[in-house]
C-alpha cells in the first residue's frame, strides 16, 4: 500500500511528530491518548503518521486531552 501524499505533506508530518512528542513527554501511549480525546486508537496513528489530513475539530480534542492549546500542535514552522 502507497502512502497517501498531500499537498501539505511535510506539514502534517511536521504536526504529527509534535503530537508523538508531546505524548511521549506526558509518558503516555497511543491508547491512553485515544481514551483521552475520544478518537479511534487507529485514528490517533494515522494522525501521527501524516497518513490523513485531519479536521480541525480532531486536532482539537487531541489538543485538549494533551492539555495544550491547537496552536502548539499546529504550529510548527520553525
Do not use: C
Not at 511528530?17 to 491518548?33: A, D, F, H, P, W
Amino acid at each position: 500500500m502507497t502512502k497517501q501524499q498531500y499537498r501539505d505533506q511535510s506539514y502534517l508530518e511536521k504536526v504529527g511528530k509534535r503530537i508523538v512528542t508531546l505524548r511521549e513527554g506526558l509518558g503516555i501511549s497511543q491508547e491512553k491518548l485515544s481514551e483521552l480525546s475520544g478518537l479511534d486508537t487507529r485514528q490517533i496513528g494515522r494522525i501521527e503518521r501524516a497518513e490523513n489530513n485531519s479536521s480541525i475539530s480532531m486536532v482539537k480534542k487531541i489538543a485538549d486531552a494533551l492539555k495544550v492549546k491547537v496552536s502548539e500542535l499546529v504550529d510548527v514552522d520553525f
